[in-house]
């Protein structure tokens, strides 16, 4: 279970990395999907950066995105080489998946987007948003990845019980 923590650990990282860095490259409708209904009606008319910087900005989200692959494959192979049955495998996945989104909420929504105000930063012409005062902008979609994330967890498990 230590390792499954570490690689969440090192996902929530590369995640908050690539966020910080990527976000003032992207285009301003993949960024704003994110944050609060106002502050999108806001910033709607934000210019996007240059083709180049959109580019690299995409090649940092597929690095997360193909890391985060790597992530699952290789605790879900760890698990099957230890001979782990489906709900330990289970029960990995779903500490992978929980501590990412403790981090989630935590570092990311709390922390960088609403007490840091990262983002008002990129989008200057919402800074006076109500959205940025409301912590819980996104608890349903929260909410719902908590509640969807054993049963991801127990389809993962068992694709990879499939494979011993």
């Known amino acids: 279970m230590v390792k499954t923590v570490l690689i969440a650990l090192i996902l929530c990282v590369i995640e908050i990395l690539v966020i910080v860095i990527a976000s003032p490259m992207a285009r301003s409708s993949v960024v704003l999907r994110f944050l609060p209904e106002d ?3 806001a910033a709607k008319d934000h210019v996007d950066p240059p083709k180049h910087k959109q580019m690299i900005a995409h ?3 597929a690095f997360f995105l193909l890391s985060m692959l790597a992530g699952i494959i290789y605790i879900g192979m760890d698990g099957i080489r230890n001979d782990t049955g489906f709900w330990q495998l ?3 996945f ?3 998946l929980y501590v990412m ?3 989630d909420i935590v570092v990311q929504d709390q922390w960088l987007v609403m007490t840091l105000g990262y983002f008002k930063k990129i989008f200057p012409e919402t800074s006076e948003c109500e959205g940025w005062k409301n912590r819980g ?3 349903k979609k929260q909410i719902i990845r908590i509640i969807l994330y054993p049963l991801l967890s127990m389809l993962t498990a068992g694709i990879f019980t499939l494979f011993r």
């Open 101 to 103: 989104k403790i981090f």
């Open 94 to 96: 779903i500490v992978l």
């Open 39 to 41: 502050v999108r009606e």
């Open 90 to 92: 289970t029960l990995r």
């Open 59 to 61: 090649c940092l989200l």
């Open 137 to 139: 902008f996104n608890n």
